[in-house]
C-alpha cells in the first residue's frame, strides 16, 4: 500500500485532498507546519492565535479519517527563508510573494524531508493545479477551477518534485469541495478561505517589519519624474508599486508610485500611464521541464497571481536570466514579485522580476 504525507492546514480544501486520498486506498498521515509563534506576527503571547485553531480543525479532521497527525516546528527555517527574505525585500525597495516562498522552501522542501523519514511515497496538498505525465516528464497544469487555480504559485516545483505530488482537487470546482465536506461532516466545511499573508494576519506588513527588526522606517521624500521634491514620505517599506491611496500627497491629477528607490530614499511619483510598460527581466528562474528553452519564443505571461495571461516574446539570456517583452503595455511590473509563463494551461516555468 502506498504512504502518502498530507499538509494539512486546518482548512476544508486540504481535509478534502487527505479524504480523497483515503479513498483511494492510501496509507495517509496528516500534518500541519508551523510555521511562526505569536510574536513573529506582532499577537500577543497570551492570545491564541488563529494558526493554533487551525491546528485543532486539522487534527479534527485526522482523526475523523483515522489518521495519524503530527505537527512540525519549522518557525526557524520560516523565519529564515521566507519572513527573513520578505523583510529584506521591503526593505531594498521590492515587493516579495512570501506565499511562492513558503510553497518553495517549506512545503516542498523540509516537508519533502520528513515525508521520506516517514517513508512515505508522496506529499499531498489542496492547491488546485494539476500534474500530467507526458512522455517521460511532468507537467504542471491550471486547475479546472480557474477562479482558484494556483499554478501561478507553484512555478519553482521541480520535476523530482512534480513526480512525488499529488494535488487531488485539481479536477475539482470549489463548490463541489465545500459540498464534499459537508457531507463528510468536516468541522470547517464553511471555514472561509484565507486571505492574508499568515504572519501578517491584520494586513500591516510595515509593522511586522518594524517589529522584527526594531527599527523605526526612515522618511525620505516623494519626487515626481523630473525629480522635484513634492512631500515626505513614512519610509519606503510602506509603499508598493502601483500604490495610490495613502500618499499624504495634494495633487491635481492622481498620482502614482512608480518607482522605489531604496539607495536615496526617495519614491517616484507618477500619473497613471506612467505605471505601463512592455519589459521584464527575471531571474531565479525555473523551468518545469528541467531545460531552459532554446532561443526566443512565443507564448503566454502572467505578472501577479490575479492577473490574466497576455502575449508576449520570451528570451532566455546568457545569464540565465528570462528576456520577457510583452505585445501589450502591462501596468506596474513589479520588482520582487513573479513572472510565471504558460503555454496554453501548461506552466512552463518562472522567475523573480529584476524589474
Not at 168 to 194: C, H, T, W, Y
Not at 215 to 227: I, R
Request: proline share 3%.
Amino acid at each position: 500500500m502506498k504512504r502518502a504525507l498530507i499538509a494539512m492546514s486546518g482548512g476544508v480544501d486540504s481535509s478534502l485532498a487527505a479524504k480523497l486520498m483515503v479513498d483511494r486506498g492510501y496509507e495517509c498521515v496528516g500534518c500541519t507546519m508551523k510555521l511562526y509563534n505569536n510574536e513573529d506576527a506582532g499577537i500577543e503571547r497570551s492570545r491564541t492565535c488563529c494558526s493554533l485553531d487551525d491546528v485543532q480543525d486539522a487534527r479534527s479532521v485526522a482523526y475523523k479519517l483515522g489518521m495519524p497527525f503530527y505537527v512540525f516546528n519549522f518557525t526557524d527555517a520560516f523565519r529564515d527563508v521566507v519572513i527573513r527574505k520578505f523583510i529584506e525585500s521591503y526593505e531594498k525597495g521590492i515587493t516579495p510573494n512570501p506565499c511562492i516562498d513558503c510553497n518553495r522552501y517549506m512545503k516542498f522542501d523540509k516537508l519533502y524531508e520528513r515525508a521520506e523519514i516517514l517513508n512515505c511515497d508522496c506529499i499531498v496538498t489542496g492547491h488546485y493545479a494539476q500534474i500530467e505525465e507526458k512522455d517521460g516528464k511532468y507537467l504542471l497544469k491550471k486547475a479546472k477551477d480557474l477562479t482558484k487555480d494556483q499554478s501561478y504559485v507553484l512555478y519553482s516545483m521541480t520535476q523530482q518534485q512534480l513526480a512525488h505530488t499529488v494535488f487531488p482537487l485539481g479536477a475539482m470546482e470549489k463548490s463541489q469541495v465545500r459540498l464534499a465536506a459537508k457531507e463528510n461532516g468536516f468541522i470547517n466545511a464553511d471555514k472561509p478561505d484565507s486571505q492574508d499573508i499568515c504572519f501578517v494576519p491584520d494586513g500591516d506588513y510595515a509593522r511586522v517589519i518594524e517589529l522584527q527588526t526594531g527599527k523605526k522606517s526612515q522618511p525620505g521624500n516623494f519626487v515626481d519624474t523630473d525629480g522635484n521634491i513634492l512631500g515626505r514620505h513614512k519610509g519606503i517599506i510602506h509603499y508598493t508599486i502601483g500604490q495610490r491611496k495613502r500618499l499624504g500627497i495634494s495633487s491635481s491629477q492622481p498620482l502614482y508610485v512608480c518607482k522605489i528607490c531604496a539607495d536615496s530614499g526617495n519614491i517616484i511619483l507618477g500619473r497613471h500611464e506612467d505605471l505601463f510598460s512592455r519589459q521584464a527581466y527575471v531571474s531565479d528562474f525555473n523551468w518545469i521541464s528541467g531545460e531552459a528553452e532554446k532561443g526566443e519564443f512565443r507564448c503566454k505571461a502572467k505578472i501577479r497571481y490575479r492577473q490574466s495571461e497576455q502575449w508576449a516574446t520570451v528570451t532566455p539570456l546568457a545569464d540565465g536570466r528570462v528576456s520577457i517583452l510583452f505585445d501589450e503595455p502591462q501596468r506596474a511590473i513589479t520588482p520582487g514579485q513573479a513572472a510565471v509563463l504558460y503555454d496554453g494551461d501548461i506552466v512552463l516555468g518562472g522567475g523573480r522580476i529584476d524589474g
